[in-house]
Every structure is written in C-alpha cells, then in structure tokens.
C-alpha cells in the first residue's frame, strides 16, 4: 500500500472519473492527491538525505522518516477532505496497517513511521484544502443569482425591483 503505485493508481482514476464525466471537481481532487504524492515523495526524500538514520536492521542511512507511511498517509489525507470521514477513515486504516508492517519486518523505528504518517497527513490535508478552497471559489463566481424585491415608499410610489447577476 505505501509503495506507491496503489496511491497513484487512485490519483490517476480520480482524474480519469473527472475527465469521462465532466465532473471538474473530481478532477480537482485527483491533481489535488497527485500533487500531494509529489511534494511528500520530494519532503521525505530531502528528510531521509538530511537526517541519515540508520534502520534498525540493515543500518543504511535511510530510515527517518518512513517513505511507505508517509505515503499511505498522504492518500488518507487527501481522501479524507474530499470524501469524508467514511473513505478517509478506510484509507488512515491502510496507513496504519503500512506503518505496522514497516516495524514488523524491522525496517523502521518507531519514530520513523509515527514522523512519515504526520507528515503525509499534513502534505495531503493542504493539498486537499488548496484544492478545495479553489472550488469553492469557482463555485461562488459561476453561481447566477436573481432577485425580485418589491417596494413600497409612498402612496403613489411601489412597484418591484429585479436583479440578475451572472
């Protein structure tokens, strides 16, 4: 699950699902949670290189923080802003089970997968809410409005007023 490919196979079938169906906000949330693999795949590499934790096992200078997670965790987040609590939960449920792995075959400290969790969930969370905030801008720009009021000033003075905007 955190290797990648699942997490950019649903990235890729989100912006699929927008492209067939004319749907742009889909297609927001799919560069939404593509963008967000990118900028983690760069912040957990930059991290690794900086930080040089030797792994527990083998003692490589690479273990800090956990690429799997961090990547399992960007997904959870960007899902979770677009879809909601029930997908969200789902895809956090997967981070955790990733995390839990990568301690289980002793390639990860505990630290490490708890650091790439945070910072997946934080990367994809912005992300999504970058993304959302543009929506809900555009949503409120294309919106056509109208109104009809009517007046009364005087005895001799009414009527109704009309306002469209568009």
């Not at 593509?34 to 003692?59: S, W």
């Not at 409120?140 to 009414?158: G, H, I, L, M």
Request: aromatic share 12%; proline share 4%; net charge neutral.
């Amino acid at each position: 699950w955190g290797t990648g490919f699942p997490s950019a196979a649903i990235a890729l079938g989100q912006i699929g699902i927008g492209l067939f169906s004319c749907c742009r906000n889909q297609l927001d949330a799919g560069a939404a949670h593509g963008e967000a693999l990118v900028a983690n795949f760069v912040y957990t590499t930059a991290l690794k290189y900086t930080i040089q934790r030797p792994r527990p096992g083998d003692g490589t200078h690479n273990s800090m923080p956990s690429g799997h997670t961090s990547t399992a965790f960007t997904t959870a987040g960007s899902l979770w802003n677009f879809y909601g609590p029930w997908v969200g939960s789902a895809a956090v449920a997967m981070g955790t089970f990733t995390a839990v792995s990568r301690l289980a075959t002793n390639a990860h400290h505990l630290s490490d997968v708890i650091a790439g969790a945070t910072l997946g969930f934080i990367v994809g969370h912005s992300y999504a809410k970058h993304h959302l905030v543009a929506i809900a801008e555009r949503e409120k720009e294309s919106k056509v409005t109208w109104q009809v009021t009517p007046y009364f000033d005087a005895r001799n003075d009414f009527g109704v007023s009309a306002d469209f905007r568009f």
